[in-house]
């Protein structure tokens, strides 16, 4: 688990978000 997965599960939960706000 580095910096790049970390990032990566970030832009996921984003996206997640973004569909459950939007």
């Known amino acids: ?3 790049r997965t970390g990032s990566r599960v970030f ?3 984003w996206s997640y978000v973004v569909t ?3």
């Open 11 to 13: 832009q996921w939960v």
């Open 1 to 3: 688990m580095g910096e």
């Open 20 to 22: 459950m706000t939007g």
